[in-house]
């Protein structure tokens, strides 16, 4: 509760910043009810009459149209349902996957520690955008095979950051002190380790909810991404967009300015929550710099004149 | 330090093996096989052949484990193989991109270094004032804009407003330094922009994590100047964790500029990667990936060996 | 009720449940940990943490350890509850020996040992209310089910150790140092054990609290019988609620009797310095008697002095001492001594 009056009072671009990812959720799952013109299976009509109609001159296609007089504002909207997809399932899954590597490895620790750690090393050797390609090219297009790409590599990376703060509860008494009571392995995990690091978790899966939509244009840029055909705004930039750069610049600006957006947004919506949960950046409590101390010294000053008169007053 | 150093180099032999075995499933398991392409293209040139002969001559027809350790036998021998369709080794191919790719990273990260920590020590220095929030704004909006798309917009319509376009030729900078520039900076700078905005907002915070340090509040109490806290006390002790970041994006900066050296049109290690990748030309992914590898390792190992050097706490055990 | 029936059953089930009146016998307990060096992890040499121990524990008693940092006198402690195996030697608990037990039982023990730690700070989980603290026990060893049920042991635990009921929903950061032991302490206690280890229990705490606590754990063992292994290095606190007491240095037990008979008639050289070190609230008394000053540091038990081990700091030490070991012996009725200068 106290988390959400935080974020709107102190943190209000982050909550501006949430309302505007809420509005991409709700878009994403309204989409079918939202769009002017609905898929016909997998794709959007085309209407020939209407071809690369500019934005904001027509009535009908708001954001204009394409060069198979494809409605740009439908398309969007389609979009936006699939980069929605994409950001939830990846940080769930690229969450989960951290999660249950690091917290294992922490707790268990020996030689499992040890060879897990040689595998995360060696993922964390390989260049990401090239494992994804290899990964990609192994599973083909498409949604759910993105969405593996996209989480298990930042999912196997994230896990050292887990490892280590599982670890530090791990040494702590209280985990200790669960051994004591004859808590087994699983216990400490799902109730002590679990719980303490769950701040941590909640910063970094915030923080990488942007990276997901960013990656995917770029996959998208390099022949890898969904299904030919899926909406997607990164498939269209790099598709029509690239050819129609002179033609019909909307169908690359529109989408890109989409995807900074729904990037934008996501970050400062990570980072307000960073700014929230991380207590050690909580501001108000340290911070030191030159002004503050002198308006302490000022304070004081005005203090001490104030006491030196009462003490001139009783005398 | 000797020790942890051969200690450090020890655990790089287990953590290599795995990164050979993990790109060379991956490769193995891709549908399509190069044997297919080249029949494909030799029987429109004209000429007849076996499919078989051709796996067998490749080496190919041979179960996946077998192929990976003769895989394995040729590298420790120092011998990446050969590309199966560019008629050399992949070792040339390597020798002549990496350079590249290493001129365009290591631009991207001298001007991200450039532009994020002083901005960063700002930040700190000026924490909650207008400027740093615009600063930091700026600094996120670098990282949310999809780099491939800016890119194009800025390769294309400079070139249809003022018929300007950088060079496509690769020519390298000791035969043209200003040539090699005209081509290296645009891409340059466009790869340090979403580098430079992490970087600002991690210097931001680490300045700002050890300006609540007892030990600046006792600075200040001495008496000392705000800007020599920043430069002695804050920032010192702030950079150690972003000597991590930065040892981080060097791998990414060297081998992740796949999309740039597309849309530039630069002949380095990623474009290289991309299309044999295209053409299952295995050798030369897996020769490429592995140098990569490897000189990630390297830098990592570099980094930490660096902190003994930064922060005297650290101890290697 | 029905819980209190499913507690005895239990019991029944437990083999660590006698009614012997000796309740832990320690035989020759050596603990030594490997040091070791290189990539091959050579060992090198071994800390001699707890180097041939012997000594018996009564049922209802409290038996003191105390000595210096360093003196393996927690690594006792944690031999006693089985939580390291010790490298020889034999402890046998109510008639069980721990060499022998499993995994299962080894759990099992854990509802009958417990040990409460040294810092209240770190002992408790940030995230658990106090009930939840309490119960954790109850909870991994299934002895309770139903909310309410457990709400109310929790309460019945909280009175018990001297906090009021209504605390169980508040979280351990509300709470001071000597309220947090409190709480460990029930926590201990929720169980039923029959033998608690208190490992530096009052270390981190303020005098006063420390008095607090130690009226606290000696009512707890009158009403509830328990048995108590009490580690510190504050003599007069160990003295004050312990029936005997070892005086531990370097991994051996260089004397063992009576609270009483040990401050009344301290032998080993050791235990006077330690006695003489302690101050005394009369300031004439203070100053009238006798101090011995130990000079120097404990010796690194990864190389302990040859013959006796306190030899290096003895004012007394002679040659016989820095060659020959000093046996063990027991000079009068229960009070045992290693020393050469005591016959």
């Known amino acids: 509760m106290k988390f959400w009056k935080d974020l709107f009072k102190k943190k209000t671009l982050g909550g501006i910043c949430l309302i505007i990812l809420l509005f991409f959720v709700f878009v994403a799952i309204f989409a079918d009810v939202l769009a002017p013109t609905k898929l016909v299976g997998h794709m959007l009509p085309m209407d020939v009459r209407n071809r690369l109609v500019a934005p904001f001159t027509s009535a009908a296609h708001p954001l204009g149209t394409d060069q198979l007089g494809m409605d740009l504002l439908s398309y969007m909207i389609y979009g936006a349902r699939t980069s929605v997809i994409l950001c939830v399932c990846c940080t769930v899954l690229s969450t989960l996957v951290s999660l249950v590597i690091g917290v294992l490895s922490a707790v268990i620790g020996g030689w499992f520690d040890l060879i897990v750690q040689r595998i995360v090393d060696a993922f964390g050797c390989i260049p990401q955008m090239l494992l994804l390609l290899l990964m990609m090219s192994l599973m083909g297009n498409g949604i759910p095979q993105m969405i593996i790409a996209l989480s298990v590599p930042s999912g196997i990376g994230g896990s050292r950051m887990v490892r280590s703060a599982a670890i530090s509860v791990k040494d702590s008494g209280y985990c200790d002190n669960s051994d004591l009571l004859g808590g087994s392995v699983l216990w400490k995990c799902v109730k ?116 030196e008169e009462d003490m001139g007053d009783i005398a | 330090m000797l020790k942890y150093t051969v200690k450090r180099i020890l655990l790089l032999i287990p953590t290599l093996f795995l990164v050979c075995l993990i790109v060379f499933m991956l490769l193995r398991f891709i549908p399509g096989d190069a044997v297919d392409a080249i029949v494909t293209r ?115 319509y400079p070139a249809h407003w003022w018929g300007y376009a950088p060079p496509v030729k690769f020519v390298s900078f000791f035969e043209n330094p200003i ?93 290289q990667i991309v299309t044999a990748l295209g053409q299952r030309d295995y050798p030369v992914v897996e020769g490429c990936v592995l140098v990569m590898s490897v000189f990630v390792m390297i830098v990592n190992l570099i980094v930490d060996l660096c902190y003994k050097w930064i922060d005297p706490r650290v101890k290697f055990d | 009720m029905g819980d209190e029936v499913r507690l005895e059953e239990n019991e029944a089930r437990n083999p660590f449940f006698s009614n012997m009146d000796t309740i832990m016998n320690v035989e020759h307990l050596k603990m030594y940990f490997p040091v070791t060096k290189g990539l091959m992890k050579r060992e090198v040499a071994s800390v001699k943490a707890v180097d041939d121990v012997s000594f018996q524990i009564k049922r209802g008693q409290t038996l003191g350890i105390v000595g210096e940092s360093g003196s393996g006198k927690s690594t006792i402690g944690n031999c006693l509850i089985h939580r390291i195996q010790p490298t020889s030697g034999k402890i046998v608990f109510e008639g069980t020996d721990l060499n022998d037990i ?25 995230r658990f209310t106090i009930e939840d603290c309490i119960s954790e026990g109850l909870k991994i060893h299934h002895l309770i089910s139903g909310k309410k049920e457990i709400h109310e042991k929790v309460c019945e635990m909280l009175e018990m150790v001297g906090l009021n009921p209504e605390v169980a929903s508040r979280y351990p950061h509300e709470f001071s140092g000597g309220q947090r032991q409190r709480i460990s302490i029930a926590r201990s206690l929720a169980l039923q054990p029959s033998f ?122 002679d040659e016989r001492c820095r060659q020959e070991e000093p046996p063990y012996k027991e000079v009068a009725a229960g009070h045992w001594v290693a020393c050469h200068k005591v016959s």
């Open chain 1, 192 to 307: 002590h380790v679990v719980p303490n690091i769950m701040p941590l978790i909640i910063i970094s899966a915030a923080g990488s909810l942007g990276g997901v939509v960013l990656m995917e244009a770029s996959m998208n840029f390099l022949g890898y991404g969904v299904a030919p055909g899926t909406p997607s705004w990164g498939a269209l930039i790099t598709g029509e967009g690239r050819d129609m750069l002179f033609t019909a610049p909307w169908l690359c600006i529109i989408p890109g300015i989409a995807i900074a957006l729904l990037t934008f947004t996501s970050s400062m919506f990570g980072d307000a929550v960073r700014d929230i949960l991380d207590p050690r950046l909580r501001g108000g409590v340290g911070s030191y710099n030159s002004k503050k101390l002198d308006k302490v010294v000022k304070m004081l000053k005005e203090k001490e004149d104030e006491f």
């Open chain 2, 179 to 271: 040539k090699n520039m005209q081509m290296f900076l645009v891409p340059g700078i466009l790869g340090a922009l979403a580098q430079a905005g992490m970087q600002l907002r991690l210097v931001r915070t680490q300045v700002l994590d050890t300006l609540r340090q007892d030990y600046v509040r006792t600075a200040y109490a001495k008496g000392v100047k705000q800007k020599r806290v920043l430069h002695h006390h804050a920032f010192r002790n702030a950079m150690i964790p972003v000597i991590t970041i930065i040892g981080g994006s060097v791998g990414a900066l060297v081998g992740g500029n796949v999309i740039l050296e597309n849309i530039f049109n630069i002949p380095g290690i990623g474009s």
């Open chain 2, 42 to 156: 030799m029987t429109q040139a004209g000429q007849t052949v076996d499919a078989d002969a051709v796996r067998a001559k490749l080496g190919m027809d041979k179960p996946a484990i077998q192929q990976f350790f003769i895989w394995m036998g040729q590298i420790l021998r120092g011998d990446l193989g050969d590309s199966f369709f560019q008629y050399r080794s992949v070792q040339s191919i390597v020798n002549k991109q990496i350079p590249v790719s290493l001129e365009l990273g290591i631009i991207s990260l001298v001007l991200s270094n450039v532009i994020s920590i002083p901005l960063g020590l700002y930040c700190a220095a000026h924490q909650d004032s207008i400027s740093d929030y615009v600063i930091r704004v700026i600094a996120v909006i670098f990282m949310s804009v999809p780099m491939f798309w800016i890119a194009t917009l800025v390769l294309f």
């Open chain 3, 102 to 126: 499993n995994n299962k039982t080894k759990r099992l023990m854990r509802r009958t040992v417990q040990m409460i730690t040294q810092d209240p700070f770190a002992s408790l989980d940030p």
């Open chain 3, 196 to 317: 608690i280890v208190c490992d530096e229990i009052v270390s981190a705490l303020d005098v006063s609290i420390q008095a607090q606590i130690v009226m606290l754990m000696m009512k707890l063992q009158r009403e509830l019988g328990l048995t108590y292994v009490f580690i510190g290095h504050d003599l007069s606190v160990v003295r004050y609620i312990s029936h005997n007491v070892a005086v531990l240095y370097l991994g051996k037990i260089m004397e063992f009797t009576s609270s009483d008979e040990l401050y009344s008639h301290p032998l080993h050289p050791y235990t006077k310095a330690l006695i003489s070190a302690a101050p005394i609230p009369n300031p004439t008394v203070d100053r009238a008697r006798e101090r011995i000053l130990l000079k120097g540091e404990i010796p690194s038990p990864i190389n302990p002095p040859k013959g006796c081990n306190f030899c290096t700091r003895c004012p007394y030490a």
